[in-house]
């Protein structure tokens, strides 16, 4: 079983930026591609970002494109979630999640949520206007 464990949300004024980090239990992390999903409130949860096991590829919803940057640290089994230019609208519980990459000839990014196989409980993201 992978464990997952986020942090570094919190309460920011608009415009602000905050940097999620998610840690994983994973033996072979390195072989994981990994996601960050959101949840507002009274919405269904939806992708942010993904980044491939390699680090080679990377994934954006186009809302965050130019604000967020996702990128992964192998030799710390955690991958982090940059938030620049934060909005109200990125007001949320955020996710990460882990997929295992079976063909490390590819560089797939996985962007449904039945792709994941581990989850981590969320941290909440508050921006003020």
């Known amino acids: 079983q992978v464990q997952l464990v986020e942090s570094g949300g919190g309460l920011v004024q608009a415009g602000g930026s905050l940097r999620l980090s998610c840690a994983s239990s994973a033996r072979i992390f390195s072989t994981y591609a990994m996601g960050w999903f959101r949840q507002a409130p009274g919405k269904e949860r939806e992708f942010v970002a993904v980044i491939s096991w390699s680090g080679g590829s990377r994934y954006y919803t186009d809302s965050v494109k130019g604000r967020f940057t996702i990128s992964r640290d192998n030799a710390k089994n955690t991958v982090y979630l940059q938030m620049n230019s934060l909005k109200p609208e990125d007001t949320a519980v955020y996710y990460c999640?882990?997929?295992?990459?079976?063909?490390?000839?590819?560089?797939?990014?996985?962007?449904?949520?039945?792709?994941?196989?581990?989850w981590g409980q969320g941290t909440q993201v508050t921006v003020s206007s």
């Open positions: 999640a882990a997929d295992r990459t079976h063909d490390l000839d590819s560089d797939y990014t996985p962007r449904l949520e039945s792709e994941y196989d581990y």
